[in-house]
């Protein structure tokens, strides 16, 4: 995929992704800070002398613990304090840390953050990587149990299970005992954002997390898997071909990476829906577009935002949010809205099977002729449509190739897992 260029600092990047997880699911809100603040409790007593960049990327690694969870439907179950493994959000997320993270060192935390203490000892894992699931795992368990109304005092007793929690790890999480509901002074703690912050992320791994943030999004349906980078891809070469600058054309390709992060809040159901939305579930779905501006608002260059969320507004007025008109609308921003349309009818969907290019081609003019997009951006589209969609597929490709992996490791590690925990038995 192409690069996301635009430099974004620890809290922006850790922010994104607080913001995203948050839109998951309305009960995890913040759950992964608070998991990370009650890691980084237990990290410092049992590893007190631990690197600072180990020991960051550790407590990162706790706040994303969940990164797999929008893919699935475990989240019912993941916040119960009583519960078996959920293998399949584990999974998932420490494939997203594998295959998209500059975490890939410390994913085994995550894979095994369900597993009980008893059963870790037979896994052939990192003892600070087995530690660290444990870690994970009691945090993770506290902070479900608290947030349930119990008193900390309580939480003691709810640990002493020697077969799903290891005691040693238990006891350093209750030397810092933690009033609920936590106060913004607590989840944010100076301690906690001074260790996040204080190592700057590198260019390349701010590409890595931002593309990891794009494909925990995309990979929640199989029909929108390709379609970011797909969108991302028709957009530069437009804006190549238009000539544009070399510093636009970035910002055109950093917005049309992040038009659609608000999907992370709309449920599979809307999106894989199969047929016409009627009026409450086409509502549900163009919210997208203030999710996402939710989670970028202050985070980028505003410019690029405005590129983000901007591509369903048309030239006549009738799009939304805002119903904004040709006057309003820049040329980067008519760009995306035809690539997001290119994409969307070239893309299979479960409502449609892929356009062919005479039957995209014959939309596209009648939308300008309507006075909906940019006929200027709509004439170079066509005049280049072949080349353009071939560098397209051949990006897509690249991502279907991985997430044909990312399916086929789900599968392979669920089995072996399953006979890992059997032969543990």
Not at 72 to 94: M, P, R, V
Not at 239 to 266: E, N, T, Y
Not at 270 to 287: F, P
Not at 364 to 393: F, G, K, N, P
Request: glycine fraction near 4%; include cysteine.
């Amino acid at each position: 995929m192409l690069p996301f260029v635009y430099p974004m600092d620890n809290h922006s990047v850790i922010t994104l992704f607080q913001r995203m997880l948050n839109h998951v699911d309305t009960r995890l809100v913040d759950h992964g800070f608070r998991v990370a603040a009650h890691a980084d409790h237990m990290l410092q007593e049992l590893y007190p002398d631990c690197d600072p960049l180990i020991r960051r990327n550790l407590i990162l690694t706790a706040l994303l613990h969940d990164i797999g969870a929008n893919k699935t439907d475990e989240i019912d179950n993941l916040l119960k304090f009583e519960t078996d493994s959920s293998w399949q959000h584990a999974i998932y997320g420490y494939l997203f840390l594998l295959y998209f993270s500059p975490l890939k060192d410390y994913a085994d935390a995550v894979l095994y953050h369900h597993t009980n203490a008893s059963e870790l000892v037979n896994f052939k894992l990192d003892p600070l990587l087995r530690d660290m699931a444990q870690i994970i795992n009691i945090a993770d368990r506290a902070d479900i149990y608290l947030s349930e109304g119990h008193s900390w005092e309580s939480l003691h007793h709810e640990l002493q299970n020697a077969n799903r929690f290891d005691q040693r790890i238990a006891d350093a999480l209750l030397k810092h005992p933690v009033q609920y509901p936590m106060s913004e002074e607590q989840l944010y703690s100076q301690e906690l954002h001074a260790l996040l912050t204080s190592i700057p992320f590198t260019q390349s791994e701010v590409d890595q997390y931002v593309k990891m943030a794009i494909y925990c999004m995309d990979f929640r349906s199989r029909y929108t898997v390709t379609h970011t980078i797909t969108t991302t891809t028709i957009s530069r070469e437009i804006a190549v071909r238009m000539g544009l600058s070399d510093a636009l054309v970035q910002k055109i390709v950093c917005g049309a990476m992040l038009h659609d992060l608000g999907k992370i809040g709309i449920p599979v159901e809307i999106l894989e829906y199969d047929g016409k939305l009627n009026e409450a579930q086409m509502t549900i779905m163009r919210s997208h577009v203030t999710l996402t501006e939710h989670i970028l608002h202050g985070l980028l260059d505003d410019e690029i935002i405005q590129i983000s969320l901007r591509h369903h507004e048309k030239l006549n007025g009738s799009g939304y949010p805002l119903g904004l008109s040709e006057k309003d609308l820049t040329l980067p921003q008519r760009i995306v809205a035809v690539a997001d349309i290119v994409s969307a009818l070239s893309g299979r969907r479960s409502y449609k099977k892929a356009y062919a290019k005479d039957t995209t081609i014959a939309l596209l003019l009648s939308y300008s002729q309507q006075q909906l997009i940019d006929v200027h951006v709509v004439d170079c589209m066509i005049e280049h449509y072949d080349d353009i969609l071939e560098t397209a597929h051949q990006h897509a490709q690249e991502l279907l190739n991985i997430y044909q992996m990312i399916q086929d490791d789900n599968y392979a590690l669920q089995l072996r897992l399953a006979s890992e925990k059997e032969a543990a038995l």
